[in-house]
């Protein structure tokens, strides 16, 4: 459901729901969203929905409406991220189902990165009694290498014990999300990472979550290459790969790590549904990820993208159901207005039927 997100200076933020077909917005408590804001007019602006669309109209304010910085001298149509202006309150406006992650872009170029390393799942293997074969059939080492570490197995048994234990305490896909990126924190040493998803509306990857492993703030600006997001979203494979090779400042020769990123991205997907990336990265100067990160990445998706699908199912259930609470209520509304019998009209025989619109 779209939401328009209020901030305030001395408390946190407020999220309101737009659930309905027009939303004021201003100083008076007869608004549907009422901001305490001495430079608000009255009733001072209101988002009405029309099909898909949002659309935000200034109502003759005293003071204006700004939308991303631009006074609203007609109305405009929202999109998400979009921040309106109103007196010294600032409202974010989100039409998707993910909450606006902390300052992520994720951009995509058409350069071409080759994998360095890829484990490729088919539809029947993104279930957990299909996994551990799957992984071990992409192991590149030698029998010996692998004797020499015993304990991988106990690690990707315990991870899944952890992955399991971790997610089943969380309520909501929200916080299913920040918990999938806090156990990839623990699971590799990544630098960033971030959860991509698309929503049934449209197929557009979103980032729904990103986080930075000990800083806080904007995680910034994250480019992807296209070809790794095919290979990953079109093909399900899981790539290990450094961004050097999309980068254009090594287009002259001479090779700088200053800057260059080792890059994870796994597919999150239950089936032949692959409807999420898990994506991870780390200066090429401080780690380098191996295979076996890649391993514990794939690992880690498959088992959370169960719970993942589980959460996303459950609140569209809720949201089909509030829908449809709605539009009973709105039939009995319009029952009540349609008359119980027909006229009485001397010399005539009325017969007739009425239907409500919901």
């Known amino acids: 459901m779209a939401e328009l997100i209020v901030k305030y200076p001395d408390r946190a933020a407020e999220h309101f729901p737009i659930n309905r077909l027009r939303v004021t917005i201003g100083r008076s408590a007869r608004n549907d969203l009422c901001i305490p804001d001495p430079f608000a007019s009255r009733v001072h602006a209101e988002v009405r929905s029309e099909g898909d669309e949002y659309f935000l109209q200034d109502l003759g304010s005293a003071n204006g409406t700004l939308y991303n910085g631009t006074v609203l001298e007609k109305p405009v149509t929202l999109t998400r991220g979009g921040r309106i202006q109103i007196g010294e309150t600032e409202i974010i406006f989100n039409d998707s189902s993910f909450p606006l992650s902390s300052g992520a872009t994720m951009i995509t170029d058409n350069s071409a990165s080759i994998p360095e390393a890829t484990i490729a799942l088919s539809s029947a293997d993104r279930t957990t009694s299909g996994l551990f074969e799957a992984i071990e059939g992409a192991r590149t080492q030698s029998d010996d290498a692998t004797a020499r570490h015993p304990a991988k197995q106990s690690d990707l048994l315990a991870l899944i014990s952890k992955v399991g234990v971790t997610l089943l305490a969380s309520t909501t896909l929200h916080q299913t999300l920040e918990d999938i990126v806090s156990l990839v924190f623990e699971a590799v040493p990544a630098d960033r990472c971030m959860v991509m998803m698309r929503d049934q509306k449209n197929t557009e990857l979103k980032v729904a979550v990103a986080r930075l492993r000990d800083r806080v703030g904007e995680v910034g600006e994250i480019r992807i290459s296209r070809s790794v997001i095919d290979e990953v979203v079109a093909n399900g494979k899981s790539v290990l790969t450094s961004d050097a090779q999309a ?45 076996d990160h890649l391993k514990l990445l794939t690992t880690l998706a498959s088992v959370a993208a169960i719970r993942v699908e589980n959460a996303r199912l459950t609140e569209e259930q809720i949201e089909r159901e509030r829908l449809e609470r709605e539009q009973q209520v709105a039939s009995e509304i319009q029952q009540r207005f349609l008359p119980s019998k027909a006229p009485q009209v001397t010399g005539y025989e009325l017969q007739g039927i009425s239907f409500p619109c919901y």
């Not at 089936?271 to 295979?291: C, E, H, K, Q, W």
Request: charged letters at 15%; glycine letters at 16%; proline letters at 7%.
């Open 247 to 291: 980068d254009p400042r090594f287009a002259g020769g001479t090779v700088m790590l200053q800057g260059v990123r080792s890059v994870l991205a796994v597919p999150l997907g239950v089936g032949a549904n692959v409807f999420g990336i898990i994506y991870a990265d780390s200066p090429l100067a401080d780690n380098r990820f191996t295979g």
